[in-house]
């Protein structure tokens, strides 16, 4: 089974600064790492991932995220935030099988940006 | 192609009714996903669909909750007396079938149930 921690329920910060949202996960097997963004009253929407490769992946709106497998973290960065990126990030992991991927997700944490 | 969509997208309801509330995957996807939301909570899987066949159903699902999804496409989930400890969010998401490959499920807007 998996399980994915996220410690910070609320992060604010300041428009134009630095954030870092942590995501620890843990499994037996290998795993897929996810960020995943809601907004108010809206659906989740795919961040980023990590599959394979490079352990540093990065969206298209400036946000990043680093697999360190030995400290089985998964942490999202953005080193300047906007009013926009105010909204629940979701760190998920699903297991590396050729089946069903069932999608464990954290708790959330509330990103709140303030002008 | 218009993505996930569930309705409605607001349920209010008392103690006791039976609600349902509809997916409608995209398109060509022919695996769903039921999830459910409460407050403070990230989503919690609930049950998956592979075409018309329901493969898995979590221990959250109670005997009072039953899904469909009867021609492989659209799905349905009913709740049947509810209680307030049914109140959350209820998310539906699709995704295609590749063997030997990460499939990207794609998330609705979800359907928001408050049980008085």
């Known amino acids: 089974a998996q399980s994915v921690t996220q410690l910070d329920s609320q992060v604010p910060v300041f428009e134009e600064a630095p954030v870092e949202l942590r995501c620890n996960y843990s499994?037996?097997?290998?795993?897929?790492l996810f960020w995943y963004v809601q907004y108010p009253n809206q659906g989740l929407q795919l961040l980023l991932k990590?599959?394979?490769?490079?352990?540093l992946v990065e969206s298209i709106n400036g946000f990043e995220a680093e697999f360190n497998k030995s400290q089985t973290s998964f942490h999202l960065r953005k080193p300047s935030v906007h009013i926009s990126d105010t909204a629940e990030y979701f760190c998920?992991?699903?297991?590396?099988?050729?089946?069903?991927?069932?999608?464990?997700f954290g708790t959330g944490t509330k990103l709140q940006v303030i002008p | 192609d218009t993505g996930v969509s569930q309705n409605p997208r607001h349920k209010i309801t008392k103690r006791g009714q039976n609600v349902t509330f509809r997916c409608d995957p995209i398109?060509?996807?022919?695996?769903l996903y039921w999830y459910r939301q409460t407050l403070g909570q990230g989503p919690e899987f609930l049950t998956y669909?592979?075409?018309?066949?329901?493969?898995?159903k979590s221990r959250l699902l109670s005997d009072r909750f039953s899904a469909e999804r009867p021609k492989g496409s659209f799905s349905t989930l009913e709740i049947q007396r509810t209680e307030q400890g049914d109140s959350a969010m209820y998310l539906c998401?699709?995704?295609?079938?590749?063997?030997?490959?990460?499939?990207?499920?794609?998330f609705g807007p979800g359907t928001r149930l408050t049980v008085l």
């Open positions: 998401a699709s995704s295609s079938v590749v063997a030997g490959s990460y499939n990207e499920q794609f």
């Open positions: 499994s037996s097997v290998s795993v897929y």
């Open positions: 669909f592979q075409n018309e066949a329901q493969l898995e």
């Open positions: 998920a992991v699903t297991p590396f099988s050729g089946g069903y991927q069932k999608v464990t």
């Open positions: 990590y599959l394979s490769g490079s352990t």
């Open positions: 398109s060509e996807h022919n695996r």
